[in-house]
């Protein structure tokens, strides 16, 4: 199913991707993530992220106390599966990997 979610996801990007470059006019050359940070437009994972953070924040502070802390926050996932709550969290950029890796 997470496989499923993420991949309409990605599909859902793509079109976010084609629209966008076909409204600006940019061509081959211009990479995806380019185009919406330039027209200050937020991508459909960012705007995952913001829903999914706000319906938390929403659930923690409501009247019904079965909905507070719905989803735990761990560091780990016993499992090792990523947890509902980390869907809030951006990830670290590409680069502190790069880099991470080049000094270790």
């Known amino acids: 199913m997470a ?4 991949h309409i996801g990605k599909r859902i990007q793509a079109q976010q991707s084609i629209a ?7 061509g081959r ?3 995806n993530d380019v185009i919406p940070r330039d ?5 459909v994972e960012e705007f995952i992220q913001r829903i999914a953070r706000r319906m938390f924040d929403i659930a923690d502070q409501g009247p019904n106390e079965f909905l507070r802390n719905i989803a735990p926050t761990h560091e780990r ?8 709550r980390e869907i809030t969290k951006t990830p670290p950029k590409l680069s502190y990997f790069i880099i991470h890796l080049a000094l270790a």
């Open 3 to 6: 496989r499923t979610l993420l």
């Open 20 to 26: 966008l470059r076909m409204i600006v006019g940019a």
């Open 39 to 43: 027209l200050c437009i937020e991508t």
């Open 77 to 84: 996932s016993p499992s090792g599966r990523p947890l509902p």
């Open 29 to 31: 050359y211009v990479l």
